[in-house]
T-cell receptor
Framework: NAGVMQNPRHLVRRRGQEARLRCSPMKGHSHVYWYRQLPEEGLKFMVY????????ESGMPKERFSAEFPKEGPSILRIQQVVRGDSAAYFC???????????FGPGTRLLVL | DQQVKQNSPSLSVQEGRISILNCDYT??????FLWYKKYPAEGPTFLISISSIKDKNEDGRFTVFLNKSAKHLSLHIVPSQPGDSAVYFC??????????????FGSGTQLTVLP
């Protein structure tokens, strides 16, 4: 029973480029969450999605960041025109229902040069 | 405004002894609390949770205690083992708009269990 999958595990981008982070939830899970961890800090909620719907994006920066969870395929977190401050670990979590335990993937470590 | 606080960035314990990790919160709307363990370069791993209607939950070597009046919870690990060495995150959630359960995390405590 595979856990939450994220790829790539490491991503290097130059300032101004786009970053695309992918997340495949655990089998049977239809709820996906994205969190960001800056160095020396805890994880911070970004967005919560169900299939084809953004339910809560209150933690998402208003510009350059977007997320989707299409009917088919993984959830995508997209960061346009990356800046050095976007360098962080981005974690995806999934749950079976909105009120159930969230299980995390291994994360994508984004480095912006 | 940090709603979940872990005031001890690090803790060292001898193997076989009890580890006690503490967490304080300020938001009285939080109704569900979780502990995650994290190794370097990995994602957080769920350990144990507790609902606000309970004051204790136990799972093997791990016990979580919740004191609602003090807005305080703690994780007890007994006996501690070297493999328990990791960063431990406390997290809390509440019903927010759209029934989303976003987790609010503390900044973590690095536990080192000495052999």
């Amino acid at each position: 029973n595979a856990g939450v999958m994220q790829n790539p595990r490491h991503l290097v981008r130059r300032r101004g480029q786009e970053a695309r982070l992918r997340c495949s939830p655990m089998k049977g899970h239809s709820h996906v969450y994205w969190y960001r961890q800056l160095p020396e800090e805890g994880l911070k909620f970004m967005v919560y999605l169900q299939k084809e719907n953004i339910i809560d994006e209150s933690g998402m920066p208003k510009e350059r960041f977007s997320a989707e969870f299409p009917k088919e395929g993984p959830s995508i977190l997209r960061i346009q025109q990356v800046v050095r401050g976007d360098s962080a670990a981005y974690f995806c979590a999934s749950s079976r229902g909105a009120e159930e335990t969230q299980y995390f993937g291994p994360g994508t470590r984004l480095l912006v040069l | 405004d940090q709603q979940v606080k872990q005031n001890s960035p690090s803790l060292s314990v001898q193997e076989g002894r009890i580890s006690i990790l503490n967490c304080d919160y300020t938001n009285s709307m939080f109704d569900y609390f979780l502990w995650y363990k994290k190794y370097p370069a990995e994602g957080p791993t769920f350990l144990i949770s507790i609902s606000s209607i309970k004051d204790k939950n136990e799972d093997g070597r791990f016990t979580v205690f919740l004191n609602k009046s003090a807005k305080h919870l703690s994780l007890h690990i007994v006996p501690s083992q070297p493999g328990d060495s990791a960063v431990y995150f406390c997290a809390a959630s509440e019903i927010s708009s759209g029934s989303a359960r976003q987790l609010t995390f503390g900044s973590g405590t690095q536990l080192t269990v000495l052999p």
